[in-house]
């Protein structure tokens, strides 16, 4: 059996993340909720659909009493509505009731929009997350945030949904293609960032083994990453307060994935926004100037872009004004006050915004 952390919320137990090298431990998990009555449908996307999907259709068949499944298009362009109306279509259509299960196997995008039609469809039935990428195994499959993009403004229309579990395959990152890989460190840095600086600098020492995906540093950096988001998740579940820091980067992060009309990585936007947000924490005096430079290397090691072009800095920051962070006309943005410390901070001003995505505008 492999690693298991238990999440909870509200001082309840929620749902288990267990991590495993194979898919087969799935059938020992779902045997575990008696599902031998329900329907289970496998919401995934066309790429992953080609690896993976009839692997997990055969393991979740043994499980329940009817296994379908529903294929849509990857990319983020199809986190939408008219995705979700689809699969709205098929369950209906297989009249799917309130017991009965949808799971995604994919990667943010797909957990994103199966989580979304899975808490609205009926009002709210189960899911469970079988994240395939490093982007969704370290962040997206946990804590329940789901969601879509409308007219391209980033999940715009969501929920919080827990899954009932988030079962993770860690060697289907052997497949990830270089660019989602190098996409999924963004939100790795960032977990180092905000919250824990010796995982920050371990990161660096053990740049090589993860680039060459050695399947043991994964499984290490990736159980590390869940700690760190599960603790923040488990305080404040619905981002009432500092769950807001897992959104490092976000802010002009999310304006740049809008305005490069998703040419770039969701992890490659967050890497360049926490550039602008160190540079902001260093222009306030909180961070030592040679951090920034500690950044491009560790985000170079990775292969993560540092600089963007064709966008203006004008635009970026009026953007950031359509961002779910708005409290009254003023930004919660995240800043850092020391490498591994991050803070919410209401006052940062259009002008240093401005002034901290210079290092990124090439
Ligand atoms: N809910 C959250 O808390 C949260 C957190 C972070 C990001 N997100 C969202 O996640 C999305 C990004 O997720 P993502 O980076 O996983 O993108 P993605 O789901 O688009 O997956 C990236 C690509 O990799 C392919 N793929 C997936 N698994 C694979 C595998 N094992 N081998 C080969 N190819 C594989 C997919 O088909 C896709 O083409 C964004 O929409 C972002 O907003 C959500
Ligand atoms: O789980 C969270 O909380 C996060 O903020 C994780 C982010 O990495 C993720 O991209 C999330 O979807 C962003 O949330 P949003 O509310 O800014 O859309
Ligand atoms: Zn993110």
């Given at each position: 059996m492999g690693d298991r952390i238990p999440v909870h919320m509200n001082g309840d137990f929620q749902y288990d993340i267990v991590m495993e090298m194979?898919?087969?431990g799935l059938e020992r998990e779902l045997h575990e909720f008696g599902l031998q009555g329900r329907r289970i449908c496998i919401v995934t996307d066309s790429n992953v659909a080609a690896l993976y999907l009839n692997e997990v259709e055969a393991v979740v068949s043994r499980c329940c009493r009817e296994t379908s499944h529903f294929i849509f298009p990857a990319?983020?362009?199809?986190?939408?509505l008219d995705t979700v109306r689809s699969l709205y279509e098929v369950l209906i259509k297989r009249q799917f009731d309130r017991y009965d299960v949808l799971l995604a196997l994919g990667g943010g995008v797909v957990g994103d929009l199966c989580g979304f039609a899975a808490a609205t469809y009926l009002r709210g039935i189960s899911f469970i997350q079988v994240p395939t990428t490093l982007l969704s195994q370290v962040?997206?499959?946990?804590?329940?945030k789901t969601g879509v993009d409308f007219d391209a403004y980033k999940n715009m229309v969501g929920a919080f949904h827990m899954p009932k579990l988030v079962y993770t395959?860690?060697?289907?990152?052997?497949?990830?293609?270089p660019e989602q890989f190098s996409s999924g460190m963004g939100e790795v840095i960032k977990h180092g960032l905000i919250r824990d600086a010796s995982y920050y600098h371990w990161l660096k020492d053990h740049a090589s083994m993860i680039h060459a995906r050695d399947l043991e540093h994964l499984k290490e950096m990736v159980k590390i990453s869940n700690h760190i988001k599960r603790e923040v998740v488990e305080k404040d579940p619905t981002e009432q307060?500092?769950?807001?820091?897992?959104?490092?980067?976000?802010t002009l992060g999310h304006a740049i994935e809008k305005l490069a009309d998703f040419r770039l990585l969701h992890g490659h936007c967050v890497g360049l926004g926490c550039i602008a947000a160190m540079a902001i924490s260093i222009h306030r005096g909180?961070?030592?100037?040679e951090e920034l430079t500690r950044l491009y290397e560790l985000m170079r090691d990775f292969d993560m872009p540092v600089t963007v072009s064709g966008l203006s800095s004008h635009d970026i920051v009026s953007l950031?004004?359509?961002?779910?962070?708005?409290d009254s006309g003023a930004i919660r943005f995240i800043l850092l006050e020391q490498i591994g410390k991050a803070y919410v901070d209401k006052t940062v001003t259009e002008a240093e915004m401005s002034k901290g995505l210079i290092p990124i505008l090439a």
């Amino acid at each position: 059996m492999g690693d298991r952390i238990p999440v909870h919320m509200n001082g309840d137990f929620q749902y288990d993340i267990v991590m495993e090298m194979t898919f087969d431990g799935l059938e020992r998990e779902l045997h575990e909720f008696g599902l031998q009555g329900r329907r289970i449908c496998i919401v995934t996307d066309s790429n992953v659909a080609a690896l993976y999907l009839n692997e997990v259709e055969a393991v979740v068949s043994r499980c329940c009493r009817e296994t379908s499944h529903f294929i849509f298009p990857a990319g983020e362009e199809n986190k939408n509505l008219d995705t979700v109306r689809s699969l709205y279509e098929v369950l209906i259509k297989r009249q799917f009731d309130r017991y009965d299960v949808l799971l995604a196997l994919g990667g943010g995008v797909v957990g994103d929009l199966c989580g979304f039609a899975a808490a609205t469809y009926l009002r709210g039935i189960s899911f469970i997350q079988v994240p395939t990428t490093l982007l969704s195994q370290v962040d997206s499959s946990i804590g329940g945030k789901t969601g879509v993009d409308f007219d391209a403004y980033k999940n715009m229309v969501g929920a919080f949904h827990m899954p009932k579990l988030v079962y993770t395959n860690i060697s289907a990152l052997k497949t990830l293609s270089p660019e989602q890989f190098s996409s999924g460190m963004g939100e790795v840095i960032k977990h180092g960032l905000i919250r824990d600086a010796s995982y920050y600098h371990w990161l660096k020492d053990h740049a090589s083994m993860i680039h060459a995906r050695d399947l043991e540093h994964l499984k290490e950096m990736v159980k590390i990453s869940n700690h760190i988001k599960r603790e923040v998740v488990e305080k404040d579940p619905t981002e009432q307060g500092d769950r807001a820091l897992l959104n490092l980067g976000h802010t002009l992060g999310h304006a740049i994935e809008k305005l490069a009309d998703f040419r770039l990585l969701h992890g490659h936007c967050v890497g360049l926004g926490c550039i602008a947000a160190m540079a902001i924490s260093i222009h306030r005096g909180l961070v030592q100037e040679e951090e920034l430079t500690r950044l491009y290397e560790l985000m170079r090691d990775f292969d993560m872009p540092v600089t963007v072009s064709g966008l203006s800095s004008h635009d970026i920051v009026s953007l950031t004004k359509n961002d779910k962070k708005m409290d009254s006309g003023a930004i919660r943005f995240i800043l850092l006050e020391q490498i591994g410390k991050a803070y919410v901070d209401k006052t940062v001003t259009e002008a240093e915004m401005s002034k901290g995505l210079i290092p990124i505008l090439a």
